[in-house]
């Protein structure tokens, strides 16, 4: 089973449309979760932490569900420059800062 | 302010030379970081480092050397490169364990 698992996608939506991103991770370890963007030939870039109680920025919302070992993020209003692939990423905390990548979940918004 | 760079962006090379892919931050961060992306894997981390001249191996290390003399620069050379090291590398730094900032990666092929 892999570490963390998302859905590949592509997710096509229309401008103003809302899209939601699961994620499942496997190590009940996890300390610490992240939601990444990363756009076409471009690094990856933290969009936001994920915590228990959940949190928002703007259009995002990322939630954490520990029991079920699921992070979500939904994104509202889509934009044409949300066009990009979301990564679910997974820390072990401690020492070594490990994180753990996600294959990612491409989302194209079309006009 | 550069932050974190990468040298060189492109590289072609050939079955069995040495490479070396360079990183620098202007950040003063602690930690550095090796990854490579391929299609199908995701982010998976090479090397990384807590300080200058403490180095540890990630998940994928075989074939590949790290040093850090200096808390700046993160240099990871390939000894004798071969095909199935084509893929993307990207270099990260962090202050904390967790928050990490990425380079705009290399993308090299050997032939």
């Known amino acids: 089973r892999k570490e963390v698992e998302q859905d590949p996608g592509p997710f096509n939506v229309p401008e103003g449309a809302t899209v939601a991103f699961n994620c499942t991770y496997s190590?009940?370890?996890?300390?610490?979760f992240f939601w990444y963007r990363q756009d076409c030939r471009k690094e990856p870039k933290l969009l936001m932490s994920v915590y228990s109680s959940g949190n928002e920025d703007g259009r995002f919302t990322a939630q954490l569900n520990r029991a079920s070992q699921y992070i979500s993020l939904l994104i509202r209003d889509s934009k044409l420059s949300d066009s990009a692939t979301y990564l679910c990423v997974v820390s072990l905390g401690g020492s070594q800062g490990n994180l753990i990548f996600g294959k990612g979940t491409k989302l194209s918004v079309k006009p | 302010d550069a932050g974190i760079t990468q040298s060189p962006r492109y590289k072609i090379t050939e079955t069995g030379r040495q490479v070396t892919l360079m990183c620098h931050q202007t950040w003063s961060h602690s930690y550095m970081f090796w990854y490579r992306q391929d299609l199908g894997h995701g982010l998976r981390l090479i090397y990384y480092?807590?300080?200058?001249?403490?180095?540890d191996k990630g998940e994928v290390p075989d074939g590949y050397v790290v040093s850090r003399s200096k808390t700046e620069n993160f240099p990871l050379t390939l000894e004798s490169a071969t095909r199935s090291q084509t893929s993307v590398y990207f270099c990260?730094?962090?202050?904390?364990?967790?928050?990490?900032?990425f380079g705009p990666g290399t993308r090299l092929l050997v032939l």
């Open positions: 990260a730094s962090s202050v904390q364990l967790e928050t990490q900032y």
């Open positions: 190590n009940s370890a996890s300390q610490s």
């Open positions: 480092s807590a300080a200058a001249d403490i180095t």
